[in-house]
């Protein structure tokens, strides 16, 4: 590892323990499992279908958009993860507090971070204030994948700017 990276990898690695290990409550122990599937692909699969079967055409809009744009970030992330190989927190630190389970080996960057990021930036293009609350949810979801121990929070952060900037990007070309 270079000079350059090696700074960076220890900081990210201490901000891991700090949210992993010493921010660990009973409240964020009963929440934050629950909350981090707000992220995930079942999830915003099953949203963006009641949008795209909802009668109101403004909301079969942002369903149909949402489901290209959300799918293809999720294909890149997928690919990125494949070829960047990261392993996981708790596959590579000791004493990580793992509170919830995994389908994949490799940790960068965050998908649940790149989707719902994604599709907040969605929803923020079409209903403003909608848009906003589903923002703040993003940020509790990323904050949730360092919290459970399955993310560094590197791979969060990157992976919620793919999510708002590949967003802003194809919708750019759309």
């Known amino acids: 590892m270079n000079k350059f990276l090696f700074p960076l990898f220890l900081r990210d690695i201490k901000l891991f323990y700090l949210i992993n290990n010493t921010l660990q409550c009973k409240l964020f122990n009963l929440v934050l499992p629950k909350i981090t599937h707000l992220g995930s692909g079942l999830f915003l ?7 795209i079967l ?7 809009q942002i369903g149909w958009e949402a489901l290209l744009i959300v799918g293809v970030i999720n294909l890149l992330v997928h690919f ?8 996981r927190p708790f596959n590579f630190l000791e004493d990580v507090n793992l509170l919830s389970s995994t389908f994949s080996l490799y ?6 971070s790149a ?6 930036t969605v929803i923020y293009n079409h209903i403003l204030v909608i848009g906003v609350l589903v923002y703040l949810l993003a940020i509790i979801v ?3 994948r360092a919290y459970l121990g399955v993310h560094y929070p590197s791979d969060i952060i990157i992976g919620a700017l793919l999510g708002v900037y590949l ?3 194809i919708y750019f070309f759309l």
């Open 115 to 120: 989707a719902i990021f994604s599709f907040a």
């Open 54 to 60: 909802s009668t109101e055409d403004k909301l079969q």
């Open 45 to 51: 699969g099953v949203i963006i279908i009641f949008f």
């Open 167 to 169: 967003t802003k990007l």
């Open 107 to 112: 940790s960068f960057p965050s998908g649940h």
């Open 142 to 144: 990323a904050f949730s």
């Open 80 to 87: 990125l993860k494949v070829i960047i190989k990261r392993s």
